[in-house]
């Protein structure tokens, strides 16, 4: 049996009084009951990243911004697959998720993106579809099978868990997905390196 998938939680939301921990937390616990999979949790508002960005190509000038780089740019290099949890701000994604997807290249090469959304009626669906071209440009691919949490604010109970079994059921077919396309990713990538 090959080793478990490590994948990357990507909490993209930073705002102050937000419900996105708890959403990562929750499919944090769905990705560690599991055999095939690990899971590195990678919250945006602790591990904040630089906004001004250097020529292109180039490395932040200055040490800080470096530091703050050192603190996400290796957890997204060694992920196999990703879990990006998005909150749906003006019908889109937040600043945040897309600096820390653009100070990024090569981690998203080749390896598969599965969402997780939340948000008011639409459940986040606008911000993921605006997602799945931004990472179609950065060679990765993207999942159909995603997690749409509309009324957020009433879907979890006082534990961090799931009122409604169909939001599991959701999240367990997901990271089948997952599974699927990260084993055959990272199978691909070991025989043939992805070149962009």
Known sequence: MSAPLRVAVLQGSTREGRVGPTVAN????????RPDMTADLI??????????????GQAPADEADRALLRAVSPRLATADAFVVIAPEYNHSYPASLKNAIDWHHKEWHAK???FVSYGGFSGG???VEHLRGVFAELHAVTLRDSVGL???????????????????????????RLAWWGEA?????????YAA
Not at 26 to 33: A, G, K, M, S
Not at 155 to 174: H, I, S, W
Request: charged share 20%.
């Open 26 to 33: 929750w499919v944090r616990t769905h990705v560690t009951e």
């Open 43 to 56: 919250d945006l508002a602790e591990t904040p990243l630089p906004t001004a960005f250097p020529h292109l």
């Open 112 to 114: 598969p993106v599965a």
């Open 125 to 127: 669906l606008r911000a």
């Open 150 to 176: 509309a009324g957020v604010w009433a879907q979890f109970d006082a534990e961090g868990n799931a009122v409604d079994p169909a939001a599991d059921t959701a999240a367990t077919t997901m990271l089948d």
């Open 185 to 193: 990713l990272r199978t691909a990538r070991a025989t043939t390196p």
